[in-house]
Each structure stands twice: as C-alpha cells, then as structure tokens.
C-alpha cells in the first residue's frame, strides 16, 4: 500500500486544523476529489478535504482510522479502513469503511468510499 493513503487516514484523528491540513497535503494532490457516504457531493481541493476530516475529529474525539487491507491494480488502490474509538457507552466499537484510491504518482488524486464492504 501506498504510504499516501496511511498519511491520509492518520491525518483523521488530527483535532488542530494546521497540523491536520499539513498531513492531508503531504498524502495528496491539490486537485484531489473526494466522496463517501456522509459527503452530499463530491469535495474538492485540499482545504476542503482537511475541513471535512476536520468534522470526523470534532465529532468523534479520540477516535482513529486506520488501514487493516489492501490491494492494488495499476494505480488504483482498495482500502479497508477500521474507524475506531469509544461509544457513548464506553465501550470501544469499530466501524470499517472500504474506499477506492485513484493515484497520480505518489499522492492520492480521487477517492471514493463506501460504509461497510459490500458483503
């Protein structure tokens, strides 16, 4: 797997949007395009990804993403993701998130995911 998309997700549990953005720029490219399930439409840019990011921080605060499975064809990636913390009963739960990874060199031009893994 590319080390772009594991900067990428890394860059979710980043509550200071600075710090957050800089990580999110060093995984893509300045015209990166992104859609999942929670995006009404497809985000655009940089500065728009790291806002976006930011909300999953703000609304779930010590939770992490982070990629269990991969493969790849070409310049394309599958993603397995595993978003985890605490619920709001305390106990820790885990969400997994599959995402498709378009690459140009060695950044991340266009993602697209989907909750679950379609099973």
Same mark, same amino acid.
């Given at each position: 797997?590319?080390?772009?998309?594991?900067?990428?997700?890394?860059?979710? *549990?980043?509550? $200071?949007?600075?710090?957050?953005?800089?990580?999110?720029?060093?995984? #893509?490219?300045? =015209?990166?395009?992104?859609?999942?399930?929670?995006?009404?439409?497809?985000? =655009? +840019?940089?500065?728009?990804? %790291?806002?976006? #990011?930011?909300?999953? %921080?703000?609304?779930?605060?010590?939770?992490?993403?982070?990629?269990?499975?991969?493969?790849?064809?070409?310049?394309?990636?599958?993603?397995?993701?595993?978003?985890?913390?605490?619920?709001?009963? +305390?106990?820790?739960?885990? *969400?997994?998130?599959?995402?498709?990874? $378009?690459? $140009?060199?060695?950044?991340?031009?266009?993602?697209? +995911?989907? #909750?679950?893994?379609? $099973?």
């Amino acid at each position: 797997m590319p080390d772009c998309i594991k900067t990428f997700f890394e860059a979710w *549990q980043i509550e $200071e949007a600075e710090a957050r953005l800089t990580k999110i720029t060093s995984a #893509v490219t300045e =015209h990166i395009e992104y859609v999942d399930p929670r995006t009404p439409q497809a985000v =655009h +840019g940089v500065a728009a990804l %790291s806002d976006y #990011v930011g909300m999953f %921080s703000a609304n779930a605060p010590g939770w992490s993403a982070k990629v269990v499975a991969s493969d790849s064809v070409a310049n394309f990636v599958r993603a397995k993701v595993a978003f985890s913390g605490k619920g709001p009963d +305390g106990a820790e739960q885990v *969400q997994i998130g599959q995402y498709f990874v $378009e690459l $140009e060199g060695d950044l991340i031009s266009r993602m697209v +995911g989907f #909750v679950g893994t379609g $099973e």
